[in-house]
């Protein structure tokens, strides 16, 4: 093993870019994020560890997907695989017998540190986060959004 000590300022300089290179390749080359399965999962809690971890698989794919591809309907085969792992959490969760509106309560809660990074991003967390501390807002007479940690609803009285 080469001592740092003995090495030349080149040698040096040489072996710390070499380090960030690899972590920079490393952390580039993490892949796709992973979602647990959620017929996998026993309880409510359990799947609010899969909705959070299914949120920042969202969060990850939407900070690489053009605004444009959205709009325009640009199939997405990320999207889509979450998507999917969604409406098996939906379905595990009635299953199980899990409030809805404290599910999402909890995934929000858990995801709470996520920040915008782009507007695809911003639009998510403000969709997820809508109706969370206003619970009588359907009360009103206004239209209320329905959410779930995959799924948006718009209705109307």
């Keep these: 093993m080469l001592r740092m000590e003995l090495a030349t300022p080149r040698m ?3 072996l710390a870019i070499l380090t960030v290179v690899a972590m920079v390749g490393v952390a580039c080359d993490a892949g796709e994020p ?3 399965a959620p017929e996998t999962v026993e309880t409510c809690d359990g799947l609010v ?3 959070e971890q299914l949120i920042r698989a969202y969060v990850q794919v939407l900070e690489r997907t053009d605004v444009g591809e959205l709009v325009a309907g640009t199939p997405n ?3 889509d695989e ?3 792992i ?3 959490l939906d379905v595990r969760a009635a299953g199980l017998g899990c409030d809805a509106a404290d599910l999402q309560a909890a995934v929000v809660a858990a995801t709470d540190d996520l920040e915008p990074t782009t507007p695809n991003v911003e639009m998510l967390l403000d969709v997820l986060r809508a109706d ?3 619970p009588a807002g359907s009360e009103t007479g206004a239209s209320t959004t329905t959410v779930t940690p995959t799924t948006v609803a718009t209705t109307s009285p």
């Design 49 to 51: 560890d899969v909705g």
């Design 82 to 84: 979450l998507r999917r």
């Design 132 to 134: 969370i501390g206003d």
């Design 34 to 36: 992973e979602v647990e």
């Design 77 to 79: 085969e990320n999207l």
């Design 12 to 14: 040096r300089r040489l």
């Design 86 to 88: 969604g409406d098996e």
